[in-house]
């Protein structure tokens, strides 16, 4: 076996470890694929005759690779939507996702990956590196260009977010979390009277300017509407703190696509408001509940 054969060995018996960090960074199989394998391309390119732990370095260059996917992800993002987007209230999940994906999603949680999908790259990264693998906050200082100190203040914020905090009194967060698991199940499964049980009279629905260019209404207002709006859909949304109110979210398979805020009074939804631009879902505290 010549030097290429056994580095390529060595590879391979860190691969898993590998593959689990870049799919907790990046959240999609196939780019955790790429991003191992562009991985691999920089070690058959390096010289590593001085390294003595292959584990940690190549922990460390995947790590460098979904930081620096997960912020081009994130310029692509603040680039003008030209393109209609889905509605995915109308959708459903995903059909084009691999199944191994989603039983992957499952298996790391779905509710995590939500949270760490409105997470800033280097928050994520410090909080995978280090709550998710044990990574010491001196080795992903280097990675974030930030000091340990620094690292562990991102990984610290990630934390908060991915917990998440409720800012009404427990009893009113019971009662909001009923009202919505009920307006959901309402909704897909097409019953109409009952989401009209579940609206005030003069609820209020309104889209965001990336749902209105999909040609999702803007506003909508009353409750015989609006629940047209919602009847047979709802299918990937699941209950979530949302700035610590309970709303809704709709994330197929782990991956955020929108959130919505509501407004209850007096058992009533009065008020919806769907959003859809990623800019604006980034700024969310989010904390998937239980259906």
Same mark, same amino acid.
């Given at each position: 076996m010549n030097e290429y054969d056994g580095l390529a060995v060595r590879f391979e018996a860190n691969r898993p470890h590998l593959r689990a960090v870049a799919y907790r960074m990046l959240g999609s199989l196939s780019e955790a694929d790429d991003a191992v394998q562009e991985s691999w391309l920089r070690l058959s390119r390096a010289d590593t005759s001085g390294v003595g732990n292959l584990g940690g370095w190549l922990t460390t260059v995947v790590a460098r690779v979904c930081l620096d996917m997960l912020r081009a992800r994130t310029s692509r993002r603040e680039e003008p939507l030209d393109a209609p987007r889905p509605n995915p209230m109308v959708s459903r999940a995903s059909e084009s996702d691999p199944e191994h994906e989603a039983l992957l999603a499952d298996a790391v949680g779905v509710a995590l990956l939500v949270v760490l999908d409105t997470l800033d790259p280097a928050e994520r990264l410090a909080f995978v590196l280090h709550d998710l693998f044990a990574v010491p906050f001196d080795e992903i200082a280097p990675i974030v260009g930030r000091s340990p100190t620094a690292a562990r203040q991102l990984a610290s914020r990630a934390r908060r977010r991915v917990r998440g905090t409720a800012t009404i009194p427990a009893a009113d967060l019971t009662r909001q979390h009923a009202v919505v698991r009920a307006f959901l199940a309402a909704s897909r499964g097409g019953?109409?009277?009952? *989401? *009209?049980?579940? *609206?005030?009279?003069? $609820? $209020?629905?309104?889209?965001?300017?990336? *749902?209105?260019?999909?040609?999702?209404?803007?506003? $909508?207002?009353?409750?015989?509407a609006v629940a047209r709006q919602f009847a047979g859909r709802a299918r990937a949304a699941r209950p979530a703190l949302v700035n610590g109110a309970v709303g809704a979210i709709v994330a197929p398979h782990g991956r955020l696509m929108m959130v919505l805020r509501l407004t209850i009074t007096h058992g009533k939804i009065a008020a919806i408001e769907a959003i859809a631009d990623p800019a604006q879902l980034g700024q969310l505290d989010l904390a998937v509940l239980d259906d």
């Open positions: 019953d109409f009277d009952a *989401l *009209l049980a579940m *609206l005030d009279p003069n $609820v $209020v629905f309104r889209a965001d300017r990336s *749902l209105a260019r999909a040609g999702a209404a803007r506003e $909508v207002h009353g409750a015989a």
